[in-house]
């Protein structure tokens, strides 16, 4: 187990990093939001507020923890010495954010010789701030939360997002297309991260994602698996761009067998 004194430094520095992040993405928004680049596709966008975040949590944690390494979805990348490396998304739902909707978020994780000990989820649109410590659990604003117990099977109300590379979506709008009639309902809110984290406070039954990068992954999963969660790919994988698969045990299962029998992580 990591010294609990580092995990403290390090929960501590991702709270102000998420917090100040998030407090200049919900302040600092200008009117007339536009696109300041375009990454796997035209509609697959970056504002000039994900590059301002981005620049804040690099400097914040290059003050306070010099040695540190740090992967970042804007660009980002520099090796580290000290084991710590951060993953971060300075702003997880861009396009919800451009629109003005609420689903969007600050995801920035620790990991410890590539594991993911601290994670933190800032939700500004909601006042909310997730967190969690590696074997201590998950709270929302401070108070503990956890996965809702597992439905029937057909009771699940599953969390999914989807690719903003044309082919890839389609398939897995066939995915959905037979999945969908054997559970309550689907949920598509557009910010992976936020979408872990409303798991893990037992918003939805289930959440599965193919194409999700590190940095949508790293915080929210600890996040949810502190909170009770099964975090998984293909079966006997870890989640990875393949596929990532989140659930209470009974609900993760099931999920996870349908997802491998659709071909759900590929074309």
């Keep these: 187990m990591p010294n609990p004194e580092l995990l403290a430094e390090l929960l501590d520095v991702a709270v102000e990093a998420a917090t ?31 590059l301002a ?55 920035v994780a620790a990991e410890l010789d590539g594991q993911a000990v601290v994670g933190v989820v800032a939700v500004p649109a ?29 009771q699940a109300l599953v969390g999914t997002g989807f690719n903003y590379v044309r082919d890839v979506r389609a398939h897995q709008a066939q995915v959905l297309l037979e999945l969908m009639p054997e559970v309550r309902d ?12 409303d798991l893990a406070a037992g918003r939805l039954d289930a959440f599965y994602e193919r194409g999700l990068q590190p940095w949508d992954m790293a915080a929210g999963v600890l996040i949810a698996r502190e909170a009770g969660a099964l975090a998984g790919g293909r079966p006997g994988k870890g989640p990875d761009g393949g596929l990532a698969v989140a659930a209470p045990p009974g609900v993760f299962e099931p999920l996870q067998s349908r997802l491998e029998a659709l071909g759900a992580w590929h074309d």
């Design 186 to 197: 689907i949920r598509r809110a557009g910010a992976a991260a936020v979408d872990f984290c």
């Design 126 to 154: 909601r006042g909310e701030l997730f967190q969690a410590v590696l074997g201590g659990g998950a709270r929302l604003d401070g108070t503990p939360i956890s996965c809702r117990p597992a439905p029937p099977w057909g």
């Design 53 to 107: 975040s981005e620049k804040l949590i690099l400097e914040l944690i290059g003050e306070r923890r010099p040695e540190d390494g740090y992967l970042g979805e804007e660009g980002a990348d520099r090796p580290g010495t000290s084991g710590v490396r951060w993953v971060v998304d300075p702003l997880d739902g861009t396009v919800n954010y451009l629109y003005g909707l609420p689903s969007w978020g600050v995801s």
């Design 20 to 50: 100040r992040a998030g407090a200049l993405l919900r302040d600092g928004r200008p009117a007339d939001l536009g696109v300041a680049a375009t990454k796997s596709s035209p509609v697959d966008v970056v504002t000039e507020m994900d």
